[in-house]
């Protein structure tokens, strides 16, 4: 499978634990965005980085809040001491910036995140 | 004023009907913009592109007016698989982040 894989697909932590989660994204994109998303809403843009460079985190975003993208290929976003209102679906997408379908963006299926 | 706006849903159509959603985006420097479909449970997916006045594939239309920084989906002879959420996408501009509406909830009726 070729497409933007995310691990773990569900995540059921207890308030104040430290999870981390993975995004593979499709290996020739050099933008990978990390979005969050709860029941009856669109995505909520987190932040995005191209290739190793994290450009833009939203200013909504909780220090709490980290990602990463160390050899511009895999990402991991860590959430710490989680909070009941972290519970989300926590979407990663890939596009290849510039290049051919005008940057089509692609998604990976998402990390559930329930926090206790 | 939110960065971009969609029409409130749930829609509920029969079976055959033509249906239309509005986005409206506060940016006025976004280029290119794009609906995605994302079914219950599921990620969102690439429905349509619209760079430049509008485009149409089959049954769905998508128009852009620079003017009043709108965007419109419309499904023509709607079926019962056409029932999803509708995502107006729209990005800051070709280097920064890409921005989702809240979503338009469509549902089909026999």
């Known amino acids: 499978d070729t497409g933007v894989s995310q691990n773990p697909r569900h995540k059921i932590t207890k308030r104040g634990q430290n999870v981390t989660f993975r995004c593979d994204p499709i290996s020739e994109h050099n933008r990978l965005y990390w979005y969050r998303q709860t029941l009856g809403q669109g995505p909520e843009f987190l932040t995005y980085f191209q290739n190793e460079a994290q450009l833009e985190k939203s200013r909504l975003l909780s220090d709490r809040f980290s990602a990463e993208r160390p050899k511009g290929s895999f990402s991991t976003l860590e959430i710490q001491r989680t909070e009941q209102g972290d519970s989300a679906m926590y979407l990663c997408?890939?596009?290849?910036?510039?290049?051919?379908?005008?940057?089509?963006?692609?998604f990976g299926e998402g990390s559930r995140l329930t926090v206790l | 004023r939110k960065e971009v706006e969609q029409d409130p849903g749930p829609f509920n159509v029969p079976e055959g009907a033509t249906v239309a959603f509005n986005c409206t985006y506060s940016n006025s420097a976004s280029q290119s913009f794009f609906w995605y479909r994302q079914d219950c449970r599921k990620e969102p997916k690439l429905l349509m592109s619209?760079?430049?006045s509008g485009n149409e594939d089959g049954r769905f239309t998508a128009q852009l007016n620079r003017a009043s920084q709108y965007i419109s989906l419309l499904i023509r002879d709607s079926k019962l698989s056409d029932s999803a959420t509708y995502l107006c996408v729209v990005p800051e501009s070709s280097a920064s982040k890409i921005i989702f509406g809240s979503g338009t909830r469509l549902s089909i009726r026999p």
């Open positions: 619209v760079y430049s």
């Open positions: 997408a890939s596009r290849l910036a510039g290049g051919p379908g005008g940057g089509e963006l692609f």
